[in-house]
């Protein structure tokens, strides 16, 4: 399993321990609000440790996290950060939707490919991760290769 791999596999485990958290009845309001804070903290910690690591890679440029259009965590010059966040939600929607009508199954990666430059779109858990780069960089090769001092 290579780093990027590896770091998706820490992000599921972590949203999951926050997820049923979430789902825990208790008597102890404040003892599971302190837990909750203390997984949501350790997510968005693995989140932005994530994007930080993805931005060290040759070739990619920013990577932003986000969760129903909110900026929970990124890194890189990305323009319009903000502005990504709602614009990926719609496409998200719009991509669900065609998932459904051509029972592609959920939807795990979007790609926009411009004329100089692309953003990946992955799912992670209740996050979506987007990723920019040159429109030449092969991304699947770059997150397959150990995270090191950018140039």
């Known amino acids: ?13 972590l949203a999951a321990a926050y997820s049923a958290a979430q789902l825990q009845p208790s008597d102890d309001l404040v003892g599971t609000s302190a837990s909750l ?4 903290g350790e997510f968005i910690g693995a989140l932005q440790t994530l994007v930080d690591g993805v931005v060290r890679i ?3 440029d920013a990577c932003a996290a ?5 900026i929970l965590a990124s890194a890189g010059q990305l323009p319009h950060a903000d502005a990504l966040g ?15 009508i051509l029972k592609l199954g959920d939807i795990e990666q979007l790609v926009i490919v411009g004329s100089a430059s692309k953003v990946a779109v ?6 979506v991760l987007c990723i920019a ?3 030449t960089t092969n991304l699947a090769a770059a997150l397959s290769e150990p995270v090191k001092a950018k140039r």
């Open 1 to 13: 399993m290579h780093w990027f791999e590896s770091q998706l596999a820490e992000l599921d485990r």
């Open 37 to 40: 804070r203390t997984k949501r």
């Open 86 to 100: 709602a614009l990926i939600e719609d496409s998200i929607g719009v991509a669900r939707d065609s998932s459904t």
């Open 58 to 60: 040759k070739g990619i």
């Open 133 to 135: 780069c040159p429109k």
């Open 122 to 127: 992955l799912n992670i858990g209740p996050v």
């Open 66 to 70: 986000y969760h129903e259009g909110l």
